[in-house]
């Protein structure tokens, strides 16, 4: 397992953090403002970092530069704030691998962290495992998708869905067996959730979105998808 560095001033939301990788069987480092993640994050041989955009002393931005300018790879997710399409932008552009939007839910966290863990900054899915069909392929492991268009963006949830079906091909699903199976117990979703799911996830893997030819449509139960 790795040690990851959390650099985070929110203490509830660090500790909560700390619990949850440590659980995960990681260790964990701490530093609650910008300067001391630098520092530790220079000292500590973390292998993968946490980071926070609102920070004191040093903003995530900086510390995400700063480190990246002294050639730093280590991996960095950054903590973003609801609603601040920059900071995500801006995140990647300074060299962050990944960002995740708070609130956020820790499987989802979890879930990033081990992909982002697996793959070492060089090898940029070489030994990836795609599931083609119809107009994209996905990889399932990285939580990347591709068409002939390039990188198809799929939300954490539609990989969930999508790989759900991959692995119950042909079988009729009831959206409650969905929401049971995908969603468990991070929302309070109703079979809505599922349809307006279904909705999205058709426009980016469909070739035409109101004829599906994968996630076909099983009257008054759910769905079944077929390659
Ligand atoms: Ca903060």
């Known amino acids: 397992m790795a040690r990851i560095l959390v650099i985070e001033d929110e203490v509830d939301m660090a500790l909560g ?8 069987g990681h260790e964990v480092l701490i530093a609650e403002d910008g300067e001391k993640g630098v520092q530790l994050a220079l000292e500590g041989n973390p292998q993968l970092l946490i980071l926070d955009v609102m920070l004191p002393k040093k903003s995530g931005f900086d510390v995400c530069k700063e480190l990246r300018a002294r050639g730093i790879k280590t991996p ?17 552009e300074l060299g962050a691998d990944d960002y995740i939007t708070k609130p956020f839910s820790v499987r989802e966290l979890l879930a990033r962290v081990k992909a982002v863990l697996r793959r070492s900054p060089d090898e940029v899915s070489e030994d990836a495992t795609y599931h083609k069909f119809g107009k994209i392929k996905v990889d399932f492991e990285h939580y990347s998708a591709y068409d002939d268009n390039g990188k198809v963006e799929l939300t954490f949830k539609e990989f969930e869905l999508l790989k759900y079906f ?10 409650d067996k969905l929401l049971d199976e995908v969603w468990g117990y991070d929302y309070f979703p109703t079979s809505r959730t599922v349809d307006n799911h279904i909705v999205k996830l058709r426009k980016k893997i469909e070739i035409d979105p109101e004829n599906p030819k994968h996630i ?11 390659d």
Do not use: C, P, W
């Not at 960095?76 to 990647?92: F, H």
């Open 166 to 175: 991959q692995e119950h091909k042909g079988q009729t699903i009831s959206r």
């Open 17 to 24: 953090l700390k619990d949850n990788f440590e659980y995960d």
């Open 76 to 92: 960095i997710i950054m903590l973003t704030a609801r609603g601040q399409e920059i900071d995500k932008v801006l995140g990647l």
């Open 216 to 226: 076909l449509t099983v009257y008054a139960i759910g769905y079944k998808y077929i």
